[in-house]
């Protein structure tokens, strides 16, 4: 599969390794693609191309920027998001500092950024997943007591099958939330999964669901 990745930092060099080792071909989309020169270095199948270009490369594609851009970010590629599998691993975090450990968002809790950017661009199948987690941990996260979850969220059933062989690929087991809305629920896993990171310097661990 091709797969366009749209940001050049940690979750982007992450998730493109995790896709390279599962033999997928990647393409980052940046405005500077000289921030990846070492990155492309170590894994030369990999490209750095603007954004245009790796979102026409993608027949998937995964949102990895700041959360204040996704939406500009997005708009940027509308032309060539028709029809394909959008997985979103944004969070809306605000500038404003954390509060006791808490980060502050810039969204209300009847309201998320997945639901925005799903609302603004209805010809992609936007995927909410891997935002509750450290990039580190993305890809094979190993755990004695057995694979994490990872909550998925999204309006297309398919496009949730889909990002699900790839959660699967990569070590995780996988929960579905359901429509869009529900990243009401997953965005603010991102600030319970950082509390123990910013209060005990923790930043080890994932979200597994028992049933
Ligand atoms: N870091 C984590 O462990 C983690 C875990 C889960 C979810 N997330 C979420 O995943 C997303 C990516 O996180 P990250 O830590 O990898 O990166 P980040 O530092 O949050 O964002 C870096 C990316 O944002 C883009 N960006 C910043 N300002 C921009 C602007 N004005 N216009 C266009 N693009 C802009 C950059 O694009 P250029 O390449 O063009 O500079 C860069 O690719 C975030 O929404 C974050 O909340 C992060």
Redesign the pocket.
Known sequence: MKVGI?????????LAKGFIKHGHQVA?????TG??SEFIAAHPTAKALS?NDAADFGDLLV????????E??LA?VQHQLSGKVVID?????SDAPPVKGVLQFFTGPNDS?GERLQARFPQARIVKA???????L?VDPQFADGKPTMFVAGNDTAAKADVGEILNQFGWEVADMGAIEASRALEPL?QL?CIPGFINNQWSHAFRLLK
């Open positions: 749209l940001g050049s930092g940690d979750v982007a060099k992450s980052f989309g940046t405005r500077d921030k990846l954004a949102l990895s920027v700041k959360g204040d851009v996704a500009t970010v940027g691993t944004t969070n809306p975090i950024l891997f935002n509750s987690v450290g990039s580190g993305m991102c999964w």
